[in-house]
């Protein structure tokens, strides 16, 4: 995920959706950041969210199922 480059506030946009087009666009502060996911990283996201039971949404969650955030 480092390779990435994307930020800890940007992971609640990396979504089994995104996943099929290997990439995120994040739109914030009115910039649009792209953030290109290698195939084996989306492969790896893919399988990590079939063993959570992950089946729409945000692949990075709290406890409670929220999106992953700063706070």
Avoid at 15 to 40: C, F, H
């Amino acid at each position: 995920i480092c390779a990435t480059g994307i930020r800890v506030s940007e992971l609640k946009y990396i979504t089994l959706e995104v996943l099929k087009d290997g990439r995120a666009d994040v739109n914030m502060k009115g910039k649009l950041r792209v953030i290109i996911i290698p195939q084996e990283l989306c492969k790896m996201l893919k399988r990590y969210a079939a063993e959570q039971k992950i089946t729409s949404g945000s692949i990075f969650v709290t406890k409670t199922g929220r999106p992953l955030d700063r706070t």
